[in-house]
């Protein structure tokens, strides 16, 4: 079965303080690998997709990398506005077209 | 804005009752998922319809159905509810089968 692990599960930055989210995956031939953004009362908002690894996507302050096991989310000099809820999934080869979740990484910064 | 649209946005009600939740698709989009977030679970996959007929089923329960009708809107409905029900319920749709998957707001469901 399909596994996320995101880390860690909590993040406190001073703005313009760089730091990374890791993703920790298991998946029987990864079809894709997600991360979202979720405020507080609102639903998942796409960020980027990532099919194998090496590859690397950015926007604006975020970079997102993959590795066979893992994804990290890069967030350089963020923003109060970058707060959130970050949340990776995998999609996994076969039938079944569902997104598996990590739990999130609630990020906070502050000015 | 997604264009993904859920209603209703809260949605209060007892023990044993039955809710219908219902999703309209981005424009275009065939795929519609549902899915449960719990604060102690985080998003789990419920079900995906594609073009009116069901692909595939994630750990939703008998008590919970859902339709994907001609217009491409889909229903879930959840009958016998219990206290552990309550949760954020998303619809998320995708114009393909493997294609990105873009959220509603959610219907928040309180069971008292």
């Known amino acids: 079965e399909d596994q996320v692990t995101q880390s860690p599960e909590a993040l406190r930055l001073q703005e313009g303080e760089s730091s990374s989210l890791n993703c920790s995956y298991t998946?029987?031939?990864?079809?894709?690998l997600f991360w979202y953004r979720q405020d507080p009362g609102k639903g998942p908002e796409f960020l980027f997709t990532l099919y194998s690894a090496g590859e690397e996507k950015e926007k604006e302050r975020l970079k997102a990398t993959l590795t066979k096991k893992e994804s990290f989310l890069h967030i350089t000099a963020p923003k109060p506005e970058d707060s959130a809820t970050y949340l990776c999934?995998?999609?996994?080869?076969?039938?079944?077209?569902?997104?598996?979740f990590g739990k999130g990484t609630l990020l906070t910064v502050n000015p | 804005d997604s264009g993904v649209t859920q209603t209703p946005k809260h949605l209060i009600t007892a023990t044993g009752q039955r809710v219908t939740l219902r999703c309209s698709p981005r424009?275009?989009?065939?795929?519609v998922y549902w899915y449960q977030q719990s604060l102690d679970q985080g998003l789990q996959f419920l079900i995906q319809y594609y073009n009116g007929e069901e692909r595939a089923k994630g750990n939703i329960l008998e008590r919970f159905s859902a339709q994907q009708f001609p217009d491409l809107h889909s229903e879930l409905n959840l009958s016998s509810l219990e206290l552990g029900d309550s949760a954020l319920y998303f619809c998320?749709?995708?114009?393909?089968?493997?294609?990105?998957?873009?959220f509603g707001a959610g219907t928040r469901l309180s069971v008292l």
């Open positions: 999934a995998v999609r996994s080869g076969g039938s079944n077209y569902k997104l598996t």
């Open positions: 998946v029987s031939g990864l079809r894709g």
């Open positions: 424009s275009g989009d065939l795929s």
């Open positions: 998320a749709s995708s114009e393909g089968l493997e294609d990105i998957q873009y």
